[in-house]
């Protein structure tokens, strides 16, 4: 059975995470083979999912970190001087 | 994968740092941090902001923490903190540029991609470029907040459709529906762009 591209395109996001059944993925696959557009569409969503995805693409500001252990540090030190209480309320 | 340390290893460490050995914090969250500050920042589209989001978040795990079960994994323990965190605050700045936490887009409804007839692979080498890591940036602020949560814990921090889910506290079926609208928006956004960035690059032969 001929699918439509509009067809393809609402299966494009299970298609990638290969959760299709057996049957309609072969259809899709069938559809690309023949379609450039398709195809196309296909390939740069995945393309610019794996962008997406690599670390580089958000970094932390400089100094995070530093920053972030050194607030942790003095809570640490809280917790341990008044035990589980909130820094904030002991004496 | 080895930027998250397998589960075990974190319960030992979880164990020890309630024991008393409370330093062992800090490595336990290191693994964690960019997850941390980058699921902040999706909420707030601002680095103080954000980063400031992302203190509060692990500054409460270290007080929460004898209430972690292990039931899920630390790093969706983690950023289930930080959603919250992240919608407190805009509660309490509702004015501002924090957008609305209510808007819920009609689950029907269409999205197409962007037609083209061929596509180029783009090496993740350029990434190292600035301009391509801001297209993503930008694209990825410009997700509905509904899609653009689904989008980063799944595709991003690789979630499965479960663990969002649940930590969305919405349907098997929403998240996969929001996925699929999330990934073809970022298409429709991305591939034109891209083709007008820069034509003269070699792997850019745009027909």
Same mark, same amino acid.
């Given at each position: 059975?001929?699918?439509?591209?509009?067809?393809?395109?609402?299966?494009?996001?299970?298609?990638?995470?290969?959760?299709?059944?057996?049957?309609? *993925?072969? *259809?899709?696959?069938?559809?690309?083979?023949?379609?450039?557009?398709?195809?196309?569409?296909?390939?740069?969503?995945?393309?610019?999912?794996?962008?997406?995805?690599?670390?580089?693409? %958000?970094?932390?500001?400089?100094? %995070?970190?530093?920053?972030?252990?050194?607030?942790?540090? *003095?809570?640490?030190?809280?917790?341990?001087?008044?035990?589980?209480?909130?820094?904030?309320?002991?004496? | 994968?080895?930027?998250?340390?397998?589960?075990?290893? /974190? @319960? =030992?460490?979880?164990?020890?740092?309630?024991?008393?050995?409370?330093?062992?914090?800090?490595?336990?969250?290191?693994?964690? $941090? =960019?997850?941390?500050?980058?699921?902040? #920042?999706?909420?707030?589209?601002? $680095?103080?902001?954000?980063?400031?989001?992302?203190?509060?978040?692990?500054?409460?795990?270290?007080?929460?923490?004898?209430?972690? =079960?292990?039931?899920?994994?630390?790093?969706?323990?983690?950023?289930?903190? +930080? #959603? &919250?965190?992240?919608?407190?605050?805009?509660?309490? &700045?509702?004015?501002? !540029?924090?957008?609305?936490?209510? +808007?819920?887009? /009609?689950?029907?409804?269409?999205?197409?991609?962007? #037609?083209?007839?061929?596509?180029?692979?783009?090496?993740?080498?350029?990434? /190292?470029?600035?301009?391509?890591?801001?297209?993503? @940036?930008?694209?990825?602020?410009?997700?509905?907040?509904?899609?653009?949560?689904? #989008?980063?814990?799944?595709?991003?921090?690789?979630?499965?459709?479960?663990?969002?889910? $649940?930590?969305?506290?919405?349907?098997?079926?929403?998240?996969?529906? =929001?996925?699929?609208?999330?990934?073809?928006?970022? @298409?429709?956004?991305?591939?034109?762009?891209?083709?007008?960035?820069?034509?003269?690059?070699?792997?850019? @032969?745009? !027909?």
């Amino acid at each position: 059975m001929v699918i439509e591209c509009k067809h393809v395109w609402a299966y494009i996001s299970d298609y990638l995470d290969g959760t299709l059944s057996p049957e309609i *993925r072969e *259809r899709v696959q069938k559809h690309l083979e023949h379609c450039e557009i398709c195809s196309a569409i296909l390939d740069s969503t995945r393309n610019i999912l794996i962008l997406t995805a690599d670390d580089r693409v %958000f970094e932390l500001p400089i100094g %995070f970190s530093e920053r972030l252990h050194a607030r942790l540090e *003095r809570e640490l030190i809280n917790s341990e001087l008044w035990g589980n209480d909130d820094p904030d309320q002991a004496p | 994968m080895s930027k998250h340390p397998n589960m075990q290893e /974190e @319960q =030992r460490i979880i164990h020890q740092i309630l024991a008393g050995d409370t330093q062992l914090f800090h490595e336990l969250i290191r693994p964690h $941090e =960019r997850t941390v500050y980058m699921m902040a #920042l999706s909420f707030v589209h601002n $680095e103080a902001d954000a980063e400031d989001i992302a203190q509060e978040a692990f500054l409460k795990a270290f007080r929460m923490l004898a209430a972690f =079960r292990g039931e899920a994994k630390f790093g969706t323990w983690l950023i289930s903190i +930080t #959603l &919250n965190e992240a919608r407190s605050r805009i509660r309490r &700045n509702k004015d501002a !540029s924090t957008e609305s936490l209510d +808007t819920t887009p /009609e689950e029907e409804g269409h999205v197409s991609p962007a #037609l083209l007839r061929d596509w180029r692979e783009i090496p993740s080498e350029e990434l /190292e470029r600035h301009e391509v890591k801001l297209l993503l @940036q930008h694209a990825i602020a410009s997700l509905p907040a509904i899609y653009r949560e689904v #989008l980063l814990l799944r595709d991003v921090e690789e979630l499965n459709t479960v663990e969002v889910a $649940e930590l969305l506290k919405i349907s098997i079926p929403s998240v996969k529906v =929001r996925l699929h609208r999330a990934r073809l928006m970022m @298409q429709k956004t991305l591939a034109p762009q891209w083709k007008q960035m820069n034509p003269k690059r070699r792997w850019f @032969q745009w !027909s």
